[in-house]
């Protein structure tokens, strides 16, 4: 991969205003061709589930592919960059047909962040390079159900990495392929699926949510502005690090934060999910993701995940050539069928005795 370097930087921002008209208008085209693709495999009745494998990968690679590259900085939280991935999912939504579920009508919800930042986050902040930081974004696209009875599946992911930070082997991006690329590709591949398949009885809301890397501020907007009820949200299920397989569990399986707290997990299992137990309950991952802020205001919300505690976390080497494609395909399509069940069925979760994480202790 190039080394990044500071005269590049500075060439990138003084184009910034052209290169942003051209990457809005290459995301469509991208969108078209994918959403065209993806069609013609229905159409074509090669599967009522899924297209072709080599489509299918060949739509998470150009995902992943635009995500994580060089030339999106890591998609530094609240930064421009990260506007761009918002940006990026929200042209995906909108040439899908998905229902705007932002701001005025849009795809994309605008989070002003505190005005100055808490000191905490800004000596975090200062071991990574100076960016304006004063406003985040996350996209948001509704598939409408065909219930009259509004109840929600959500789905979501993070935009946002860490940026360009302290050089490691001569590398300054945080490219952030794993964290959280592979996540926000899955959302949108899922979306491709569902929206080009039979509508599904209830509605399923798309979120991509910006600025989990300083403390979640994207999602705590959705929660102040949902754009449903957050009473009618049956489920969320968060996807967060499925670039690459865990070796502490069976091949070709995802483990489920917070397995145990409610019956989702296993429920969907006897759907056809392939999901375990997290084995790693030391590291508190049910916590440390978009879906614990949910669940504390009692949604049953948990996050989907295969990392194997991997040595490139929040290093510059979380870049695309370390993930691994056969497995993330695989990964999304394994969730479609069981997505599809709990949006078609009267089904709902609940939290386990005693589980609930309302009751729980604030998260450190």
């Not at 005269?7 to 085209?29: D, G, T, W």
């Not at 047909?97 to 701001?103: A, N, S």
Request: with cysteine; hydrophobic share 40%; charged share 20%.
């Amino acid at each position: 991969m190039p080394i990044y370097n500071q005269s590049r930087m500075q060439k990138s921002q003084s184009q910034y205003p052209l290169r942003i008209a051209a990457l809005v208008f290459c995301i469509f085209a991208i969108s078209l061709v994918s959403y065209s693709q993806l069609s013609h495999s229905f159409d074509a009745g090669l599967s009522k589930t899924t297209p072709t494998p080599s489509t299918l990968e060949r739509e998470v690679r150009a995902d992943m592919n635009f995500l994580a590259d060089d030339d999106m900085h890591g998609r530094g939280s609240a930064t421009r960059d990260e506007h761009i991935a918002a940006l990026f999912a929200a042209a995906q939504f909108e040439a899908l047909g998905l229902e705007p579920g932002g701001d005025n009508g849009s795809f994309l919800q605008k989070i002003a962040l505190p005005s100055p930042l808490p000191e905490r986050l800004q000596q975090s902040l200062s071991k990574f390079q100076e960016r304006t930081r004063k406003e985040t974004w996350n996209a948001i696209g509704i598939l409408r159900g065909t219930s009259e009875k509004e109840e929600v599946v959500l789905l979501t992911a993070h935009l946002d990495h860490l940026g360009v930070g302290p050089a490691v082997n001569g590398d300054t991006i945080y490219n952030g392929a794993d964290d959280d690329a592979s996540g926000t590709t899955a959302v949108l591949t899922l979306a491709h699926l569902l929206a080009t398949g039979p509508r599904p009885k209830r509605t399923i809301v798309f979120a991509l949510f910006g600025s989990e890397e300083i403390g979640g501020f994207g999602n705590q907007a959705f929660l102040q502005r949902p754009p449903v009820p957050l009473s009618s949200i049956v489920a969320n299920l968060e996807f967060e690090m499925i670039g690459r397989p865990d070796s502490a569990v069976p091949a070709g399986t995802l483990w489920l934060t917070g397995f145990d707290r409610s019956n989702l997990g296993p429920e969907l299992a006897k759907h056809g999910a392939h999901l375990v137990n997290d084995p790693h309950p030391k590291e508190l991952f049910f916590q440390r993701s978009d879906n614990y802020a949910l669940a504390r205001r009692g949604i049953i919300a948990h996050t989907v995940s295969s990392f194997g505690l991997h040595k490139d976390y929040h290093q510059p080497s979380d870049e695309l050539r370390r993930i691994n494609f056969n497995h993330m395909t695989n990964a999304i399509a394994s969730m479609v069928g069981p997505i599809r069940w709990l949006a078609d069925s009267k089904w709902k979760p609940e939290w386990n005795p005693g589980r609930n994480p309302r009751n729980d202790q604030p998260a450190r």
